[in-house]
């Protein structure tokens, strides 16, 4: 299976970039950008689009819910988990049938790792012929 | 962003169970119990003891008028009985004396049948007799043998021959007996006196007579002469003839004299009075032991102690009662007032906590994420290296900050947790370690307002097992108020030391200082001195902050000097 593809959303570079560096070394291939408006540039651009996107939820500009509505309308199969600094269940039930799951910061590496595993094979499993292109 | 926490965290140490201080011990509520019992015992006391007082002087007053009007009535009846007695046996012998002649009295016969009469009529009548001119008793009818007796040499002999009645005051005469004499001068048809018709009555009888006339107005009834010369035998004074009645002066002529003198048997005042009887020379007393003596008089007195003891008994029993009920409740209503006042604070304050929770936690979660980060991609890179110098040095270093980091996320856990009470939960703690995490919150304001901060940490001080966020919570709001109360550029001592079987920390600022009175009330809920601007005190902190260290097991004392600073003291059990 090819390794994991993740666009991490995030404003605060360092934990982005340092967050995706540490994937990288885990067999995956993470990216980060540090605006929601780079974020949807890159999925509209990029030869294949990630597979799962770390979101963050509050961002200047375009926040976390605006980039959700964008990236589930150009590709619904793109898997999203929600970042965020704190627990606002009312946000995070109100756009939970949208995300695969959300994450409370700092966030716990396994943990995460595990989700992106899930994301990243309920993605594939329901592309069709996904299997068929990389064979 | 520290600034914030520091509220945060103060608005969260809100205990409901520490607020709840017993309001007895105040002592304002002393004060007001003891005004209260002063103020009501006056009040109900005083006009007890004035009717008391006032109810025992009129019953005096009305024993006095009571005693001196019957005393005055029994002189009256008393007086007007001897003066009928004594008149009655003057008229039978001015009968006599008009009726017969010299010849017919000097007759022992007729003599003896007149006696005979008179002693029907008065049986105290002990003889009648005729004594001549010369005092020599011619005729003699009665009991003793007295005929030819000389009574020229008698004091009553001389008066009797100048009047034409005469009464004498009572003498032993030969029969040795006190008695008195009445006499009454015999004339002849052409108005010589030819002898005395004398009657003798024993002193014994006139006592009889007074004694029926006595009553309960007076203690001692007898009849006295105008020198004092008892004439009746007396209770008090002695007997007829031999006794002496101490007569300071004569009363005055007419009705019944009334007089206090001092008593002769008893101390104390007695109650006397005097009258005439006239035509004889004798003055009738009558003697009262006092008005406010007696079975009567006593019982009253102890009736009356007795009621007015009782009563200031009850009347105190009821005051300090009705005083303990109206400061309870004045207590409670306080304490009503004091939860409500909390409760309220507390509603507001949760109200608060839900925005400034979200808002903390987002912003501390954000920078404890990338630390976290790097710190683990440190680990990742350090474990994919090959050995170097310090490997084992900076794993370990890299271990220190993630457990920062997992204690920083316990925290905002807590701040997103609503200030849920918090149990005690014992893990060893290093209080030197402690206080310099405490000391990081608020380093920032420490630096800016170029405050001096002294550490005099003891080093290889034993670790302690008690709750590391209470404890937090404790030297923050301590040192916090420190920095509060000193000046810019002022100075701060952290001190911790061993002291017996307890782990000592000394927080001492040099700020203004605690006045007495506040001092008293420091660590009571709501008393605070920071009412204005942006450090407006809740007035919970120090009550809290003692009732952290009261639950660990500790104590806190605070010392103080008006402008030199202050010193708070904790002390925390070492296991």
């Given at each position: 299976m090819q390794n994991p593809r993740v666009l991490i959303v995030d404003d605060e570079k360092e934990f982005a970039s340092t967050l995706a560096e540490r994937l990288n070394m885990r067999n995956m291939e993470a990216v980060a950008v540090y605006c929601a408006e780079d974020a949807l540039a890159l999925i509209h651009t990029a030869d294949h689009v990630p597979d799962v996107v770390l979101l963050d939820l509050k961002m200047p500009n375009i926040d976390g819910l605006q980039a959700l509505e964008a990236i589930k309308q150009y590709d619904s199969s793109i898997e999203v988990i929600m970042l965020t600094g704190h627990g606002d269940r009312k946000i995070i039930e109100g756009i939970s049938s949208l995300i695969l799951d959300y994450i409370i910061k700092p966030v716990d590496l396994p943990e995460l790792i595990k989700k992106i595993g899930a994301a990243t094979q309920k993605r594939r499993a329901a592309l069709p012929g996904a299997e068929g292109g990389t064979a | 962003?520290?600034?914030?926490?520091?509220?945060?965290?103060?608005?969260?140490?809100?205990?409901?169970?520490?607020?709840?201080?017993?309001?007895?011990?105040?002592?304002?509520?002393?004060?007001?119990?003891?005004?209260?019992?002063?103020?009501?015992?006056?009040?109900?006391?005083?006009?007890?003891?004035?009717?008391?007082?006032?109810?025992?002087?009129?019953?005096?007053?009305?024993?006095?008028?009571?005693?001196?009007?019957?005393?005055?009535?029994?002189?009256?009846?008393?007086?007007?009985?001897?003066?009928?007695?004594?008149?009655?046996?003057?008229?039978?012998?001015?009968?006599?004396?008009?009726?017969?002649?010299c010849e017919q009295l000097a007759d022992p016969l007729t003599l003896g049948t007149l006696f005979v009469r008179l002693k029907r009529k008065h049986p105290g009548l002990v003889d009648l007799s005729l004594v001549d001119q010369s005092g020599i008793q011619t005729t003699y009818a009665g009991p003793y043998n007295l005929i030819g007796r000389d009574y020229s040499r008698s004091d009553w002999f001389p008066k009797a021959v100048s009047h034409e009645t005469f009464i004498s005051t009572a003498f032993l005469g030969y029969r040795d007996i006190p008695h008195f004499v009445v006499t009454v001068s015999k004339r002849t048809a052409n108005q010589a006196v030819c002898g005395l018709l004398k009657a003798s009555i024993d002193s014994e009888t006139l006592d009889k007579f007074i004694a029926t006339t006595k009553t309960e107005a007076s203690d001692d009834i007898f009849l006295i002469d105008y020198g004092g010369n008892l004439q009746t035998s007396s209770r008090f004074y002695g007997n007829a003839v031999s006794g002496l009645f101490p007569l300071a002066r004569l009363p005055n002529r007419g009705d019944v004299t009334l007089e206090y003198a001092r008593s002769k048997s008893e101390s104390g005042q007695e109650f006397r009075a005097y009258a005439y009887i006239d035509n004889t020379p004798w003055i009738l007393v009558l003697v009262k032991k006092g008005y406010a003596y007696g079975e009567g008089w006593n019982q009253f007195k102890n009736q009356m102690h007795a009621i007015v003891i009782i009563s200031i008994i009850l009347v105190l029993v009821v005051v300090v009662r009705v005083a303990n009920i109206l400061v309870d409740r004045v207590r409670h209503s306080d304490a009503a007032r004091e939860a409500i006042i909390a409760e309220a604070e507390h509603n507001s304050k949760l109200a608060s906590i839900g925005?400034?929770?979200?808002?903390?936690?987002?912003?501390?979660?954000?920078?404890?994420?990338?630390?976290?980060?790097?710190?683990?991609?440190?680990?990742?890179?350090?474990?994919?290296?090959?050995?170097?110098?310090?490997?084992?040095?900076?794993?370990?270093?890299?271990?220190?900050?993630?457990?920062?980091?997992?204690?920083?996320?316990?925290?905002?856990?807590?701040?997103?947790?609503?200030?849920?009470?918090?149990?005690?939960?014992?893990?060893?703690?290093?209080?030197?370690?402690?206080?310099?995490?405490?000391?990081?919150?608020?380093?920032k304001e420490i630096l800016y307002r170029?405050?001096?901060?002294?550490?005099?940490?003891?080093?290889?001080?034993?670790?302690?097992?008690?709750?590391?966020?209470?404890?937090?919570?404790?030297?923050?709001?301590?040192?916090?108020?420190?920095?509060?109360?000193?000046?810019d550029e002022g100075y701060v001592r952290i001190a911790t030391t061993r002291?017996?079987?307890?782990?000592?920390?000394?927080?001492?600022?040099?700020?203004?200082?605690?006045?007495?009175?506040?001092?008293?009330?420091?660590?009571?809920?709501?008393?605070?001195?920071?009412t204005k601007g942006e450090h407006k005190g809740t007035g919970l902190g120090l009550s809290i902050t003692y009732g952290l260290v009261t639950k660990l097991g500790g104590t806190i004392k605070v010392d103080s000097v008006v402008g030199e600073g202050t010193t708070f003291t904790v002390l925390l059990p070492l296991d």
């Open positions: - | 962003m520290f600034e914030k926490l520091r509220s945060l965290m103060k608005i969260l140490a809100i205990d409901r169970d520490q607020i709840e201080k017993p309001l007895t011990t105040y002592p304002r509520y002393k004060g007001f119990r003891r005004t209260l019992l002063l103020v009501m015992s006056v009040i109900t006391l005083t006009p007890l003891i004035v009717t008391a007082t006032l109810s025992f002087y009129q019953y005096r007053n009305l024993l006095k008028d009571e005693a001196e009007h019957y005393l005055r009535w029994n002189a009256q009846s008393t007086q007007k009985t001897v003066t009928y007695f004594i008149n009655d046996i003057v008229t039978v012998l001015q009968y006599y004396a008009g009726e017969y002649t925005r400034l929770a979200a808002g903390v936690a987002h912003e501390i979660n954000n920078p404890l994420a990338i630390i976290d980060q790097k710190a683990g991609l440190m680990k990742d890179l350090m474990d994919i290296s090959d050995d170097f110098q310090y490997k084992a040095k900076f794993a370990e270093l890299i271990g220190g900050v993630q457990n920062a980091v997992s204690r920083c996320k316990v925290i905002t856990h807590r701040l997103l947790g609503f200030a849920r009470r918090m149990d005690v939960t014992p893990e060893p703690v290093m209080v030197n370690e402690l206080i310099r995490e405490v000391l990081a919150f608020l380093e170029n405050i001096r901060l002294e550490l005099e940490l003891r080093d290889n001080l034993p670790t302690i097992r008690s709750d590391r966020g209470q404890l937090q919570q404790i030297f923050l709001n301590i040192i916090n108020n420190a920095i509060d109360a000193v000046e002291q017996d079987a307890f782990l000592r920390v000394d927080i001492t600022d040099n700020g203004p200082g605690i006045p007495q009175e506040t001092m008293k009330h420091i660590f009571e809920p709501f008393f605070t001195t920071k």
